[in-house]
């Protein structure tokens, strides 16, 4: 499953599959690229401006970023939902800027995560599925991630929470420019979000899910306050030194687990609006079934608890006197888990768009994406352009004012001139693309996508197949336009041909 591949520092394998794809075959992939003319002559996405160093650490901003687990673009009140409560996230958003239409690089979360630490498309790190315990697979130490690039320029450089990049002690935050850690654990979840935040002895085979360095907490103490008192601790340390800090939360991924109080408030508001409504799940591809409506206590209490920390460490920075001075951006590793197999749903729904994590459709990619700067970002502003993953690596070095690394974040675009208007605010046309090779969960099976302009492809090995929607006109993907516009179906997918050989590695298409 896993192909060969070498770097200065270590060994990964991971190998494409063969899966009848033609010309399409063996590439796992997912990324962006910028578009210089049809035919297919293609530009990487850089930033024409490379600012330098700022002349000392008081004048560099500090960088905050949440990084949440399955938080769906629809799971927060800026981005349309009127069950969960989130004002403080609100609140942040109307601070700066907020993307109406922000992709995650890839549907589920490891293969994003290389991307935001590399600022390169999953597949050139040979990461395209959520990494399984146990597994050699990890990020490349050979890569310099972003918290390298911020730490070769004097910040402190802290990570808390889920990583799921590597198993290993040498694999770990520490080991990939981070000099600060702290609840990181070895797999893709918590083993419980209540203390001793460990699984059940009997079905432990290691430790994996256990959540190290909080062993002196007391019964009842709740995972994600655990992580936020973490973050307001590396905070204070970093003294008058510029930090540049990953909250990566494992909220709100399973086990949908949440404090009494909040999921009761939840039940509650659950039976004014809903009754006795049966909820009727919504039927997706290979028997799955998609949530129709937000309705579960439990998963809205984890959200709910969620905002109240970002609203601690929002609060720290203003009392600190650091909010004038920090960089704060707020995003997710991939869309919310709505759509499950065997006659299950996920715990949140995506509607209108289609389908959640999992799937190459707009409910698996589509993520809330806010960064906030007061007296730099407008506040207030709405970005309508689609921006992805690949793309905060070269944006934070770049409203930093730190040297951009091409060769090293290729496949992102700094977005910095769009939301400061330091320049016209126009972004260079490109497409978006993402490649998911294998089977999943929620009932996906391979496929690949791009978008160009407001029209997305969809590509399906077994058929072959694809799929064509135009998502301004119908966010939902509920018309497919492939009958009735096969030139562009063919344009687009030569498109995707010519990139998936740009970005894959060359044994992958020998």
């Known amino acids: 499953m896993y192909m060969n591949g070498t770097d200065r520092k270590s060994t990964i394998s991971l190998g494409g599959e063969d899966l009848g794809w033609g010309t399409f075959g063996r590439w796992p992939i997912s990324c962006l690229v910028m578009l210089t003319s049809f035919g297919g002559s293609f530009l990487h996405s850089l930033s024409a401006v490379h600012g330098g160093p700022v002349a000392n650490d008081r004048d560099r901003p500090n960088v905050v970023m949440f990084f949440i687990d399955d938080l769906g673009s629809r799971d ?96 770990q935050p520490s080991a990939h420019g981070f000099d600060w850690q702290k609840g990181v654990n070895r797999a893709g979840q918590p083993g419980s979000y209540f203390y001793p935040y460990r699984r059940k002895a009997r079905s432990q085979k290691k430790n994996y899910w256990n959540v190290p360095d909080f062993e002196g907490g007391q019964p009842g103490d709740y995972l994600t306050d655990q992580l936020t008192d973490a973050a307001l601790e590396f905070i204070d340390s970093a003294g008058d030194h510029p930090f540049f800090l990953c909250l ?17 408030r939840y039940q509650q508001k659950k039976e004014e609006r809903y009754g006795q409504q049966v909820m009727e799940a919504l039927p997706e591809k290979n028997g799955s079934a998609s949530r129709p409506r937000q309705d579960n206590p439990a998963y ?56 959640g994590k999992g799937w190459n459709y707009e409910g698996g990619i589509r993520i809330p994406t806010l960064i906030s700067w007061p007296g730099r970002v407008p506040a207030g502003l709405q970005v309508e352009e689609p921006g992805i993953t690949m793309d905060l690596y070269p944006t934070l070095l770049d409203l930093a004012g730190l040297s951009l690394k091409p060769e090293q974040h290729q496949d992102g675009l700094s977005l910095k001139e769009r939301i400061t208007g330091s320049a016209d605010g126009v972004m260079p046309e490109r497409f978006l693309a993402w490649h998911y090779p294998h089977d999943h969960g929620s009932g996906h099976t391979p496929s690949s996508a791009l978008r160009l302009g407001g029209y997305k492809l969809l590509f399906r090995p077994e058929g072959p197949s694809y799929e064509l929607y135009h998502l301004i006109q ?11 516009e096969p030139k562009r179906v063919a344009e687009m997918a030569r498109l995707l041909d010519a990139w998936l050989k740009e970005t894959s590695r060359k044994s992958e298409v020998e």
């Not at 209490?301 to 951006?329: F, W």
């Not at 119908?474 to 009735?484: C, G, K, T, V």
Request: with cysteine.
């Open 300 to 355: 809205a209490a984890m959200i709910s608890n969620l905002d109240d920390n970002v609203g601690r460490v929002l609060n720290h920075l203003k009392q600190r006197g650091l909010s004038d001075e920090t960089i704060v951006v707020f995003t997710s590793d991939n869309g919310g888990l709505s759509t499950l197999r065997n006659g299950r749903v996920g715990p949140t729904s995506c509607r209108p768009m289609r389908a």
């Open 248 to 264: 990566a939360h494992y909220a709100v991924h399973t086990p949908i687990q949440s404090p009494k109080p909040l999921v009761e």
């Open 76 to 171: 927060v009140g800026c981005y349309g939902s009127d069950f969960y409560e989130t004002p403080h996230i609100d609140r942040l958003a109307q601070s700066g800027a907020l993307f109406r239409q922000f992709y995650s690089a890839h549907p589920v979360c490891s293969p994003t995560r290389a991307a935001l630490m590399t600022g390169k498309v999953p597949q050139r790190m040979g990461i395209t599925q959520w990494i399984p315990q146990p597994s050699d697979i990890h990020l490349p130490l050979g890569e310099t991630t972003i918290a390298e690039a911020f730490q070769s320029a004097g910040y402190r450089t802290g990570y808390i929470g889920k990583w799921h990049l590597g198993e290993g002690d040498d694999q």
């Open 474 to 484: 119908d966010p939902e993907e509920a018309i497919d336009l492939s009958q009735s």
